[in-house]
Each structure stands twice: as C-alpha cells, then as structure tokens.
C-alpha cells in the first residue's frame, strides 16, 4: 500500500520535474479518447504512438517535433503518445524527456488491455510502432510505417487534408 | 443525377467494397493451413514441424532477442513450453529480424540467449526472412497456434498484460491450446498487441 502511495505521489511529481513540457500519465485509454474529443472538429490532430525501447520511433520524433513547430496552433495540434511501461518510467520515458526537448504534449498511456483499445484508435492497426494517427473531424488515417523524413511526415499530412477536402495550415515560418 | 456514369460509379465502389472485404491472401488468417517450415535451430540442426511426430498442434511464437516486449515475454513463453508440450503442444520459436539491422538478433547472439535463458524449445532463425511474411507476423512477440494438420487456429497476443504477468486477466494462447485439447475451436482466435516491428532492409 505505501508503495501505490509512492507511486501515486511520484506522478503527481511528474509535471515539475519536467519544466516547460507537458507530460500525462493514463491508465486508462477511456482519458486518451477524451484528450481526443477536446481537440476541435476543424483542427488536424495529429497522435504518434512511439516507445523509448522503439528505436524507428525515437528516429522520427525529431520530425514531431519540427511540425510542431511550423504548425502547431487552431490548424494543427501534436501529441506524442508513449507506450513506455510505467513501472520503469524514472529509468526510461522521464530520462528520456529530459534528454529530448520534445516540444508537443507527451501522453504515457499505460493501458495494458491492448486488444481493447487498439482498434478504437484505428480498425486496422494491428499495434505496431511507430504507428501515427491523423484525426481531423470524423476523418482518421493510419500510417504504419516510420516517416523516413520530415518532408514525408508533412506531405503525408497534406495529403489526408487534400483527400477529405480541407485546407492545409499554414506554416509559422520555417 | 441517375445517370449511367452514376450507376457505374456506384457498381465499381460496390465491387471495391466487395473484393476489399476478403481474407488477405498474401498471408495465412485463421482457418488457413500452414506449410511446413525448414529453419536452422540454435543447435545447428534444421528443424521442421514433421519432426515433432507426436505433437498435437504448436505454439508458434515470432520472437527475438532484442525487443522489450518480447523479453516481458519471454519466461512466460518458456512456461507455456514446459506447460503445454508434454500435453502434445510444444513452442516453436522464430526469430524474424534482419541482424544488419538489429545485430543483437544474429544466429550467434540466438544461441547464447537460448544458452543463458536455458530454452527449453526450439529457436529458429528464419535468415532469409521468407517465413514470417507467410504468417503474416509483424511485430515481435506474435504468437500462433496450429492444429495437428497446421491449420491456424489463433493468431496474436500470448495474454493482455505485457508488463505485469501477476495482472494478466486473458490468457490467449494458453486458452486457444485448451480449446483445441478439448477439439474445440478457440473463442477468441485473433487479438491486436504492442510489440517491435519486425525488422526489415526497406526496399
């Protein structure tokens, strides 16, 4: 019991020990489909789910975090979902985060009943990373692949836009 | 609008729909039988599923040395071989990866793993990476069971809790092996989990 109060106490911590980065921990995929449901209709969410043991991962949040800088904003919104085991967060995801200023919101969902979720993020994903989601209204996309570049992961965001009719962002610069 | 271009765009949609609605044929779904395989064990021998005469069915497991999740895995995949091969279900190991990529999966790094972890079943090496697309695995851990006649009958997730075994509520495998010992189908034949990807020289 005193170690679910440390525990408790610990992720409470959390958030100061990493300044200026927004950091949440869900046990619970019901609180990740809320984060979903907050981002407005008109905005293009864009969810990656990644791993720090996930090495093609760790390769394309450097793209992550360039998008969001050109991007994010009413047009687009970045949320880095980690899949880090939650037992070993002070020895790995928080590290991690310390290391690598990640710019977009970073989400360790610790939901262990994978079957269960899975398919509410996308019918077809098998579970995979990296794996990232593009929501925009009631439109979704999947790519299951790592983003071999930046250029890929923006055309490939552009692309859904073009395809459901929408417009694309425009940059904050470059 | 009920123009002809309509209708043939709409009888072209519902033959999409159609035609995209069947199995994948480019890999097994369950209910499809499997061909044997022929792979390099750790022990230097090369291992079939007909050598195992007297087997029932088999626990395959695409696995490898690497991976986190496939480590969280492995005691429990050494328990499922001590649980169910003297029941006529024994685990038959593949790893799946590239070692260019990943150089902690080469056969070499296979055998000391095998050697330090004691594996009580076979570990295979599929070097030229021709087995798993047939199986359709694509990440590590991926577990299958077979029937005596190499039918699928399950594919996916050992149980439904990586991290913490103590939590597990769904063991999949174990339950899709008890079903087939009772000559039952298995209730829940496919399941979805987070694991690596298999690692593969992009073409």
């Known amino acids: ?174 | 609008m009920k123009s002809p271009v309509r209708m043939l765009v709409l009888l072209a949609s519902a033959f999409l729909l159609f035609s995209s609605s069947g199995d994948d044929p480019s890999h097994y779904v369950v209910g499809d039988k499997a061909a044997d395989i022929s792979l390099k064990n750790v022990d230097g021998r090369t291992v079939s599923f007909s050598d195992y005469t007297d087997a029932k069915g088999f626990i395959l497991v695409f696995t490898c040395n690497h991976c986190p999740y496939a480590q969280l895995y492995e005691q429990r995949i050494i328990e499922l071989h001590r649980k169910y091969s003297a029941l006529g279900f024994p685990v038959v190991a593949i790893n799946p990866n590239d070692p260019r990529i990943v150089p902690e999966d080469s056969f070499e790094e296979m055998v000391k793993r095998a050697k330090t972890k004691r594996y009580p079943f076979a570990y295979l090496f599929d070097s030229n990476q021709a087995v798993y697309p047939l199986f359709g695995a694509n990440r590590t851990p991926h577990a299958y069971v077979l029937d005596k006649n190499l039918v699928v009958r399950y594919i996916g997730a050992i149980d439904d809790n990586a991290e913490t075994p103590a939590a597990v509520n769904r063991k999949y495998v174990e339950s899709a092996v008890d079903a087939l010992l009772r000559g039952e189908r298995p209730e829940i034949d496919f399941t979805r989990a987070i694991g690596c990807t298999i690692k593969r020289k992009r073409k």
């Open chain 1, 1 to 174: 019991m005193r170690n679910f109060y440390f525990i408790g106490l610990f992720t409470l911590l959390i958030p100061c020990l990493l300044s200026g980065q927004s950091f949440k921990v869900f046990d619970n995929f019901s609180e990740l489909e809320e984060r979903i449901k907050q981002t407005k209709s008109t905005t293009t969410l864009v969810i990656n789910f990644w791993a720090t043991w996930c090495s093609p991962c760790v390769k394309e949040l450097p793209y992550f975090n360039e998008l969001h800088r050109k991007y994010a904003g009413p047009d687009v919104e970045v949320v880095l979902v980690s899949l880090d085991m939650k037992s070993r967060l002070d020895k790995t995801l928080i590290p991690f985060l310390k290391k690598n200023k990640l710019k977009p919101e970073v989400i360790l969902l610790s939901d262990q009943d994978a079957d269960a979720w899975i398919p509410l993020i996308y019918e077809d994903w098998e579970g995979t990373i990296p794996a990232t989601v593009l929501v925009h209204g009631g439109q979704r996309e999947l790519f299951q692949e790592q983003f071999e570049s930046y250029a890929e992961l923006e055309t490939y965001i552009f692309n859904f836009l073009k395809k459901i009719g929408k417009p694309i962002p425009v940059s904050k610069g470059s």
